[in-house]
Nanobody, 123 residues
Framework: QVQLVESGGGLVQAGGSLRLSCVAS????????MGWLRQAPGKEREFVAGISRNLGLTYYADSVKGRFTISRDNAKNAVYLQMNSLKPEDTAVYYCAASDGVVSTRPAGFSSWGQGTQVTVSS
């Protein structure tokens, strides 16, 4: 199983940007469909973005389309989430997750998870 470690979270004002990183160990990330998901207080975990194994096909939740960009660097065994034009409603714990199955936009579709990194957007 792959181990995932996120970094890059923090406090930012509305309209600002953050870049989250996820570095893997144990197995190569090129074997996995990768995703970023988030969970706000009192809410269910939700899909944010996903990227396919080799072709780099990307998938986004409607709420982040045009503002967030997911990318991967298989040589560095890493996945990134560039977040621009941040809004207070983006405040959540963000998780990096891996799936060795098919493309999924559901939390249940991912088998390996990082510990999460807090993103707080102030108004």
């Amino acid at each position: 199983q792959v181990q995932l470690v996120e970094s890059g979270g923090g406090l930012v004002q509305a309209g600002g940007s953050l870049r989250l990183s996820c570095v893997a160990s144990g197995r190569t990330l090129s074997s996995y469909y990768m995703g970023w998901l988030r969970q706000a207080p009192g809410k269910e975990r939700e899909f944010v973005a996903g990227i396919s194994r080799n072709l780099g096909l990307t998938y986004y939740a409607d709420s982040v389309k045009g503002r967030f960009t997911i990318s991967r660097d298989n040589a560095k065994n890493a996945v990134y989430l560039q977040m621009n034009s941040l809004k207070p409603e983006d405040t959540a714990v963000y998780y990096c997750a891996a799936s060795d199955g098919v493309v999924s936009t559901r939390p249940a579709g991912f088998s390996s998870w990082g510990q999460g990194t807090q993103v707080t957007v102030s108004s």
